[in-house]
């Protein structure tokens, strides 16, 4: 059986810490971002924990299925 690839967009977008949690973008960051208070933005600029319903599905793409 061969082995299974990695999501290359997937990889280009979230990264595993050291323990194995998932980092990934915040969202709300990218655009309408007149009416966000500078506090607000300079956050949104390091990324934040996947949410826990999206972690299966993230680890999926990249490659930690099980």
Known sequence: MPKMKTH???KKRFRKTG???LLGRRANSSHILEKKS???????SNPSEVAP????SVRNLLGGGK
Not at 38 to 44: G, Q, T
Not at 53 to 56: E, N
Request: proline share 6%; hydrophobic share 25%.
């Open 53 to 56: 319903a999206d972690v299966k």
């Open 19 to 21: 323990k194995g949690k």
């Open 38 to 44: 500078p506090k607000r933005k300079r956050r949104m």
């Open 8 to 10: 290359s967009g997937a």
